[in-house]
């Protein structure tokens, strides 16, 4: 499939071939959100974390005696019963992780880029270059009518695009090696440069 080729000014800057294989496949909800939800899995902390009855600060003292008293059998007040106590098969912290075959992100990355490309919110630019002022760039994102752009540099991100973006709400740019699906998606547009897309190709292919 072809596409134009801007710059950031808006001027045209020829077109572009763009791989099937990549950005012309019928995008899966099934293989993106099984993506997407590994993603979201691995970043998740697991750092939650509540005190059994070993753990709170209470005294150990059996709180009256066994027998006579009308009422149930206690021994301490760190039951799980009373308030304050412990808490009986809480969350201990461990890793939601889980794994996904390499194989099958790449396709989830594949799908992405095609679902972008279906729903006519990709875009390709020469280069994402900047002289590092943020208000020279903000101008041309606002007159390009980027919102919730993502920007998809080649194997090394522009320092000044970079510098400049840091400050735009709703801009950001990521070298090839750190495109994923969850990024790609939760934008409104997908912008990425020559180089961008002849490094994802050498990637993906």
Request: no cysteine.
């Amino acid at each position: 499939m072809k596409l134009d080729v801007i710059k950031l000014d808006g001027g045209k800057a020829g077109d572009i071939e763009l791989s099937e294989d990549l950005f012309g496949l019928e995008p899966r909800a099934d293989i993106l959100h099984r993506v997407v939800r590994w993603q979201r899995n691995n970043a998740q902390a697991g750092t939650h974390k509540v005190k059994t009855r070993s753990e709170t600060s209470y005294s150990t003292k059996k709180i009256y005696r066994q027998k006579g008293t009308g009422g149930a059998r206690h021994g301490d007040r760190n039951a799980p019963i009373f308030r304050k106590g412990g808490i009986y098969k809480g969350p201990t912290p461990r890793s939601h992780g889980h794994d996904l075959p390499k194989k099958f992100r790449k396709l989830g990355l594949r799908h992405a880029l095609s679902a972008k490309a279906k729903a006519g919110e990709l875009v390709v630019i020469e280069d994402a270059a900047s002289e590092g002022k943020t208000a020279a760039l903000a101008k041309q994102v606002a007159n390009l009518g980027w919102k919730r752009a993502l920007v998809i540099d080649g194997a090394a991100v522009n320092e000044g695009f970079l510098k400049a973006s840091k400050n735009i709400e709703g801009l950001d740019i990521l070298p090839t090696m750190g495109a994923n699906v969850y990024d790609i998606l939760k934008r409104d547009t997908l912008v990425i440069t020559k180089a961008g897309v002849e490094a994802l190709e050498a990637r993906l292919k």
